[in-house]
């Protein structure tokens, strides 16, 4: 089984930046796709950020030209840098990893304070 591990999560004002980082272990063959989901309160989870083993990616509309999706493949780590947050980007945070099957992480909060 692949086991990921994310930090990061945390309370920051509005206006403020955040770092998310998700490292993968365990039964690793070949990892893929990496991303970020978030789920609000009584809202669906969510398409955050994606990028492929050669680092297209993706995001969603609310938050292009704020967030911006990395990783390091030799670590098989994804991260997830957020800036001028907004208190709708308040959420739990899932990181996903595709190797094979798909894992997810255990989720971190994210309170943004107005």
């Known amino acids: 089984q692949v086991q990921l591990v994310e930090s990061g999560g945390g309370l920051v004002q509005a206006g403020g930046s955040l770092r998310l980082s998700c490292a993968a272990s365990g039964r690793i063959f070949s990892v893929n796709t990496m991303g970020w989901y978030r789920q609000a309160p009584g809202k669906q989870r969510m398409l955050v950020a994606s990028?492929?083993?050669?680092?297209?990616?993706n995001y969603a509309d609310s938050v292009k030209g704020r967030f911006t999706i990395s990783r390091d493949n030799a670590k098989n780590t994804v991260y997830l840098q957020m800036n001028s947050l907004k208190p709708e980007d308040t959420a739990v945070y899932y990181c996903?990893?595709?190797?094979?099957?798909?894992?997810w992480g255990q989720g971190t909060q994210v309170t943004v304070s107005s």
């Open positions: 996903m990893v595709a190797s094979g099957g798909t894992s």
């Open positions: 990028i492929t083993r050669g680092g297209s990616t």
